[in-house]
């Protein structure tokens, strides 16, 4: 999967790439959650890592509370980041280290694919370490068991989100 990540542009190296990967396989093994889904959601939410709020210091991997939302005033920094380049603030999560993004990313789709009840005690830290996830509605909560079913739930509209996962899983598993 790293050749995948090849000569990409951007801030990343290929040796943060294969940092940024490890995170990724080794909480998908504890979480039992297959990992190239994984990736291949954060590939879709980041354009291989090349988006804004991929870039450190944000490093958010998954859309984590990214709306879209803006503000020329002062926010709070736990779910806001400041754009320098826009002079804005930007509402989203950042997280500290690649390590922890990917417990969060992989914390949140545990979230919609488990009900708490159903979380051995290694998922239920990776759940908790997301912030979005106490957000998450009790009826979703525990009911995403397809990847079509995360269409107009984790990203609105979503038209397809699922399907575009699974295409790009297929490319990073060939």
């Known amino acids: 999967v790293v050749k995948k ?45 090349r988006s804004w709020w991929s870039q450190r210091p944000r490093r958010n991997a998954a859309g984590i509370g990214v709306t879209g939302e803006k503000s020329a005033k002062e926010q709070d920094k736990n779910t806001w980041a400041f754009d320098s380049s826009e002079n804005v603030w930007k509402k989203g999560y950042s997280f500290p280290s690649w390590e922890i993004a990917a417990q969060a990313h992989i914390g949140h789709l545990l979230a919609y694919a488990y009900t708490d009840q159903q979380l051995n005690t290694q998922q239920t830290y990776f759940v908790a370490t997301d912030p979005r996830a106490k957000f998450i509605s009790k009826d979703i909560r525990g009911a995403i068991k397809t990847l079509k079913q995360l269409d107009g739930k984790w990203a609105v509209p979503g038209k397809f989100y699922g399907r575009s996962i699974a295409i790009i899983a297929n490319a990073l598993r060939a």
């Open 5 to 49: 990540f090849q000569n990409l542009g951007g801030a990343y190296t290929l040796g943060d790439y294969r940092t940024i990967l490890k995170h990724y396989e080794n909480t998908s093994r504890v979480a039992n959650v297959n990992p190239y889904i994984a990736v291949a959601q954060m590939v879709k939410e980041t354009d291989w890592c």
